[in-house]
């Protein structure tokens, strides 16, 4: 078995939505708002969106960056979490961002310095959930599905 089929494997079996998955397996979503896709919203500008898990680490970063812009949208307005809002914003999509930034390097350093502010962007994510969470304690489900998906 090859380091790919591996890590498909222990990402199927951290999973918990029962949908068929690559090469026929099926998996399942731990929360339900974190399928990757809105039941009651489409994919914007996705032309052939797949219902299952994204191993495409491109389009799994710009679903997590809609995703984030669709749990914005539920949190309460005030003079404390607008800030949360907006750098949660911010962080969460700014990692696909920078991914697509990556794609695009000239040099191996560019690459790995563009990755590594994904990864950076990704843990800051992290930590804006988190103080979410906090400020509002009914979206904490919500906010621990997108917090495992930035981890």
């Known amino acids: 078995m090859t380091n790919d089929e591996t890590r498909r494997n222990d990402e199927v079996r951290m999973t918990n939505d ?13 929360e339900e708002y ?19 898990r994204v191993f495409d680490l491109a389009e ?25 809002i907006s750098q949660l914003v911010g962080a969460g999509t700014s990692i696909g961002a920078n991914h697509c930034e990556a794609d695009d390097a ?6 790995k310095n563009r990755i590594g502010t994904c990864r ?10 988190r103080m979410i969470a906090t400020a509002e304690p009914g979206l904490k489900s919500e906010a621990r599905a997108l917090w495992q998906e930035a981890n």
């Open 18 to 30: 029962p949908r068929e998955g690559p090469n026929g397996t099926s998996y399942h979503c731990e």
């Open 34 to 52: 974190w399928c990757l896709e809105s039941k009651s919203e489409p994919l914007a500008l996705y032309e052939n969106p797949n219902p299952g």
């Open 60 to 84: 799994r970063t710009a679903r997590f960056g809609e995703a984030v812009i669709r749990f914005a949208k539920k949190i309460q307005q005030n003079p404390v979490n607008s800030r949360l």
């Open 106 to 111: 000239v040099s191996k350093k560019d690459f």
């Open 120 to 129: 950076k962007e990704s843990k800051e994510t992290k930590f804006w959930l």
